[in-house]
């Protein structure tokens, strides 16, 4: 039910943070972090998971297979 | 009137036949101080105060971005409060983070605006000619609005002195304009590299705008009409815009030309056209598909067909957005956030004037050491044209020793005088140990291949014969004297060794624009 985000891509820009709309995200140890318990994957806020749209490399944010996907 | 439309395309190919027919082009078409009459000189920025009007002159007269002139004297500083974007280019790669690496987009440390202002304050003390403040990113300042702002607003309150401006890719400008004019931001920088959203698809692969992400085509129309819109609404307010436009052969060389027209039209004070950084090494998509950066000459040639009633600026040093110094200097690495928070700071008002009153008179000094060279030359007319490269530490003087010249600025010389075409980075020299000659050779010489003579404080013999095997005439006897004043006097005394046969005139071969990290700095 949630995406994440994998560390070793991330940049620490920062850009996913102000975009999500379940406050879901976080800055840890200068790379950013996934709330799975906050993420909705953005269904019922955007077409698109925010994260996933703003973020500047590729394949940094995605589907965290520990946990079943989101259903509203 | 607006510049002849000249195709770029053949200069990309391997012949250069065509560019030697563009260059004549450019040169009978106008060239630096030969406009009269209701042409606008084209040094612009770059002469002073000129034709500028007083209002224009007084907010540019200490900004060395957006005065050639200035930029001898006066130092910059930006800081990284910005690291989140809104858009994707193909030249630009967030994940690099080296010392080494010089290019924009890439930070060593980010800062908060608290941090920020402290910095700010730190290098205003120790350098009292360090006048403006800018916010370039990493990323986009305006995709980080609160960040830009706060920073924008502590400053202004604790050094209300230092200029502050912004440099954006425009995509959220229309949004923040109020609040651009509110901080009495009164320069603003815009990347515009295309007009045509089919140029755009080439250059953005995606933007991310009002909470889509929109590829291709589309995604370079809506950033195009965002743009433009946002120069336009500055500019109606009075505040100054650059615009700045990486050139990048076979995609928007020749377009170039019609965005210069299109930012001119909308007001734009100046433009800046870079030349694009790639190098595998960088991981963008364009270094790791081998998109090469242009020639020194196809830059110049560019730069010159668009300088008709615009500004152009060449002396851009398409510097980090950490970066601190004169342009062309980089001290970046004494103002560390941990240096920074442990230094006493105390902000002496008085004291940065005194020392911006000195640096006056030496500018008043210097701009009438030339004008009175430039008599000399009254009445002389000739076709000969000479680029001298020159060694300079700032002040407008040639006082740095070859060895130590981590970069020469290059002077366009002709009958119309002395005129600031450009620059070019070279890898320190003076490095001891093994290699120097081959350094000498491969860096150094491929640098300034396109110029007559380098302009030294000092230099040793063997360097010397390199140089003068290559053509180019090492001159170490304008020592510490001004720079223009110099090259005026040295181009006349080239015109009469020419008209007494005592020199063959003939062109030089193009130079590389060099690329990459710094090797030793």
């Known amino acids: 039910m949630a995406y994440r985000i994998v560390a070793s891509q991330c940049t620490g820009c920062s850009a996913c943070e102000p975009e999500c709309p379940n406050m879901a995200i976080s800055e840890k140890n200068g790379t950013f972090v996934i709330d799975p318990a906050k993420c909705t994957e953005c269904i019922n806020y955007f077409d698109e998971p925010q994260c996933v749209a703003v973020c500047p490399v590729d394949d940094t944010c995605i589907i965290d297979n520990n946990y079943p996907r989101y259903s509203a | ?521």
């Open chain 2, 1 to 521: 009137m607006a510049s002849p439309i000249i195709s770029l395309s053949s200069i990309a190919a391997p012949g250069r036949a065509k560019l030697d027919e563009l260059l004549q082009q450019v040169a009978e078409h106008k060239g630096c101080g030969t406009s009269s009459g209701s042409g606008k000189a084209s040094c612009g920025t770059g002469a002073g105060q000129g034709d500028l009007s007083p209002e224009v002159w007084e907010k540019v007269k200490n900004h060395p971005c957006y005065s050639e002139e200035a930029h001898h004297h006066y130092a910059r500083m930006h800081v990284a409060v910005a690291p989140a974007c809104n858009i994707q280019c193909n030249y630009c790669n967030r994940k690099y983070d080296c010392a080494n690496e010089s290019r924009p987009g890439v930070v060593s440390e980010k800062l908060t605006p608290e941090q920020a202002a402290k910095k700010v304050l730190a290098v205003a003390s120790t350098i009292p000619q360090m006048t403006v403040l800018g916010i370039a990113g990493p990323g986009d300042p305006l995709a980080n609005p609160e960040k830009t702002f706060k920073t924008f607003e502590l400053i202004s309150k604790t050094a209300p002195d230092i200029k502050l401006c912004l440099s954006t890719n425009g995509l959220m400008l229309p949004d923040h304009v109020d609040t651009i004019e509110s901080f009495n931001v009164d320069h603003v920088t815009i990347t515009i590299n295309m007009v045509d959203p089919d140029v755009g698809a080439q250059i953005y692969p995606w933007i991310f705008y009002k909470n889509k992400r929109y590829k291709g085509r589309e995604a370079a129309q809506i950033l195009s009409e965002r743009q433009l819109q946002g120069l336009e609404m500055l500019t109606e307010r009075g505040i100054l815009c650059k615009v700045n436009s990486v050139m990048i052969p076979g995609i928007n060389d020749e377009h170039l030309v019609e965005v210069n027209r299109a930012v001119k039209s909308r007001g734009a004070f100046l433009h800046n056209i870079m030349p694009l950084i790639s190098a595998p090494e960088h991981g963008t998509v364009f270094g790791l598909n081998g998109q090469r950066g242009p020639s020194a000459q196809e830059l110049k040639a560019l730069q010159d067909s668009c300088e008709g009633e615009m500004n152009m600026m060449r002396h851009c040093r398409q510097c980090r957005a950490d970066a601190v110094g004169l342009l062309g200097e980089d001290r970046s690495a004494e103002f560390t956030t941990e240096n920074v928070m442990a230094m006493e700071v105390e902000y002496d008002l008085e004291s940065r004037q005194a020392y911006q009153a000195v640096v006056e008179q030496e500018r008043q000094a210097k701009a009438a050491a030339k004008q009175a060279e430039l008599e000399t030359m009254a009445g002389e007319h000739s076709d000969v044209k000479i680029l001298v490269a020159v060694a300079t530490k700032g002040s407008g003087r040639i006082n740095e020793h070859f060895g130590h010249a981590t970069e020469f600025q290059i002077y366009e010389a002709s009958t119309a005088g002395a005129k600031f075409v450009g620059h070019r980075r070279v890898d320190l020299y003076c490095q001891g140990g093994y290699g120097e000659e081959e350094a000498l050779e491969s860096t150094i010489i491929r640098a300034i291949n396109d110029c007559a003579a380098v302009f030294v404080a000092k230099i040793g013999g063997c360097p010397k014969e390199s140089l003068k095997a290559a053509g180019i005439d090492a001159v170490d006897r304008y020592a510490f004297e001004y720079i223009e004043q110099s090259v005026i006097a040295y181009y006349r005394d080239y015109l009469e060794q020419v008209r007494g046969g005592a020199i063959v005139h003939g062109t030089r071969g193009d130079a590389e624009i060099r690329q990459g990290a710094f090797v030793a700095a």
